[in-house]
T-cell receptor, first 111, second 113 residues
Framework: NAGVTQTPKFQVLKTGQSMTLQCAQD?????MSWYRQDPGMGLRLIHY???????DQGEVPNGYNVSRSTTEDFPLRLLSAAPSQTSVYFC??????????FGQGTRLTVV | GESVGLHLPTLSVQEGDNSIINCAYS??????FIWYKQESGKGPQFIID?????DKRQGQRVTVLLNKTVKHLSLQIAATQPGDSAVYFC????????????FGKGTMLLVSP
């Protein structure tokens, strides 16, 4: 049982480049979310989805796009990477009756 | 905005001691709290949760206490082991259908053998 799978694990981007962080879950959870974690801070919510075709903004959505075309996948797109987006990104999935399960994270550096 | 925060950034204990990690929250309407453990290089892992209709909940070696009057919760770890060394976060489950989490900043627990 894979749970929540994130790819890639590490990524270095140049300022202005775009990329997509992938997230997939195999637990048939309705909810999926993206968080970023910066040093000395807790996780902050970027975007989330309560079901296929439905997305909404979290606390820090600027510079990121998401879509949810299937229940299993929830990719996070960086449109034009900036050094301020250097962070560790976590994807999570859950249902109303379950805890949230997190992926292993993607460590992104923007130079 | 509303936030969930922690009192102590680092807690150092000896193996076998009991550990207590504290968390304050500001939203009096919050009704669902979760404690997560995060080991280095990994994603957060669920430890235990508690709803506002309870004051206390126990798991294996862990107990969560909720004081709604002062908007405070704590995580107690009995007989702390070196494997308990990690960062611990309290989080509030919220949003539509409890679809999102609001995290505190975290407390690092260091357990010495």
């Amino acid at each position: 049982n894979a749970g929540v799978t994130q790819t890639p694990k590490f990524q270095v981007l140049k300022t202005g480049q775009s990329m997509t962080l992938q997230c997939a879950q195999d637990m048939n959870h309705e909810y999926m979310s993206w968080y970023r974690q910066d040093p000395g801070m807790g996780l902050r919510l970027i975007h989330y989805s309560v079901g296929a075709g439905i997305t909404d903004q979290g606390e820090v959505p600027n510079g990121y796009n998401v879509s949810r075309s299937t229940t299993e996948d929830f990719p996070l797109r960086l449109l034009s990477a900036a050094p301020s987006q250097t962070s560790v990104y976590f994807c999570a999935s859950s249902s109303p009756r379950s805890e949230a399960f997190f992926g292993q994270g993607t460590r992104l550096t923007v130079v | 905005g509303e936030s969930v925060g922690l009192h102590l950034p680092t807690l150092s204990v000896q193996e076998g001691d009991n550990s207590i990690i504290n968390c304050a929250y500001s939203n009096s309407a919050s009704d669902y709290f979760i404690w997560y453990k995060q080991e280095s290089g990994k994603g957060p892992q669920f430890i235990i949760d508690i709803r506002s209709n309870m004051d206390k909940r126990q798991g294996q070696r862990v107990t969560v206490l909720l004081n709604k009057t002062v908007k405070h919760l704590s995580l107690q770890i009995a007989a702390t082991q070196p494997g308990d060394s990690a960062v611990y976060f309290c989080a509030e489950k919220g949003g539509s259908g409890y679809s999102t989490l609001t995290f505190g900043k975290g407390t690092m627990l260091l357990v010495s053998p």
